[in-house]
């Protein structure tokens, strides 16, 4: 029986709190405030919190292998990014790598991990304009930009199994939670099936896989986080203070601890009222060990 025991609130008050990763080396949890334009890190040994300034919205990101640097899915596309140099954001904080969806003032990057072969994940999402305007795109070894997957409207949702032969996915109004067939070797996803499909009011946000291979999916929406098995079932539901619960991931020295961000953004003040924990980070103790968090590693 899977349990979950809330052991600690960061209460950081986040407008769309996202992304969060866990760095075992660093033993810090880092996230995102994408409308807040903010980069966060909490070491959870002596909870210190640091936070940063991004120089545009940060919608994802992955720690760089033997680097100080991030890769980074800002709105407008990929680059790297150091927060330890400086606040002031001059060049040597940042390199832009790729831009994306130029030609689409509407829509930004979003949701993103780094799969275990060391590849960047992060899908766009549309703001203003048609629904279907986004894509999915990988950030390969090489720096070489790929679309994966057109016609998204919110990208969100990535993990991989632990063997990583399958990759999972989400086109969050849709609904549904797909599930591919992942080439480890090349990247290449194929056989798009429908592994989950929430109920109305449900709305899949960013998910993460245990040791077990089961999917850990926060729903915006429906205040909980859900564990799902391999095949789509309903494993574990986990109620949350908060409506719109956004991301997860397992930290902690033994990776038994689970991170959920979440956020404010569009609460009125008697929503807000009833939801004080709005836009916190929430940290609970599970009987459950989660998959590390992966590095962006580059070969060029």
């Given amino acids: 029986m899977v349990t979950a025991t809330l052991i600690e609130t ?84 940042l390199q832009w790598l790729h831009r994306v969806e130029e030609d689409n003032g509407g829509t930004r990057l979003n949701d993103g991990r780094a799969d275990r072969q060391g590849r960047f994940w992060a899908g766009s999402m549309v703001e203003s304009g048609d ?8 950030l390969d070894q090489q720096l070489q930009v790929t679309s994966k997957v057109s016609g998204l409207t919110i990208s969100n949702g990535l993990c991989w199994s632990p063997d990583s032969t399958l990759m999972y996915h989400t086109d969050t109004p849709s609904r549904r939670i797909h599930r591919y067939d992942f080439d480890v070797t090349t990247g290449a996803i194929t056989n798009q099936s429908c592994l989950v499909r929430t109920e109305r009011g449900c709305f899949p946000d960013g998910s993460t896989v245990d040791a077990e291979g089961y999917i850990w999916n926060a729903q915006w929406g429906a205040s909980q986080v859900v564990r799902y098995s391999p095949e789509g079932e309903v494993d574990f539901v986990l109620p949350l203070p908060v409506s719109q619960p956004t991301c997860v991931a397992f930290g902690g020295p033994k990776l038994d601890m689970l991170l959920v961000t979440s956020a404010s953004q569009g609460l009125d003040a008697q929503a807000l009222l009833a939801e004080p924990e709005a836009g916190n980070v929430f940290v609970f103790q599970t009987n459950i060990t989660g998959t590390p968090d992966s590095r962006f590693i580059a070969n060029s």
């Fill in 10 to 93: 960061l209460k950081v008050k986040n407008t769309l709190g996202e992304g969060v990763i866990w760095d075992a080396i660093g033993a810090a949890v880092w996230w995102t405030d994408i409308d807040g334009s903010k980069l966060y890190r909490y070491h959870l040994a002596d909870k210190k919190l640091d936070h940063w300034s991004t120089p545009e919205r940060l919608g994802s990101f992955a720690l760089v292998a033997d680097s100080d640097y991030l890769i980074c899915g800002f709105a407008s596309g990929f680059a790297y990014f150091n927060p330890h140099e400086s606040s002031n954001l001059d060049s040597t904080d």
């Fill in 131 to 138: 629904p279907g305007a986004g894509a999915l795109y990988c």
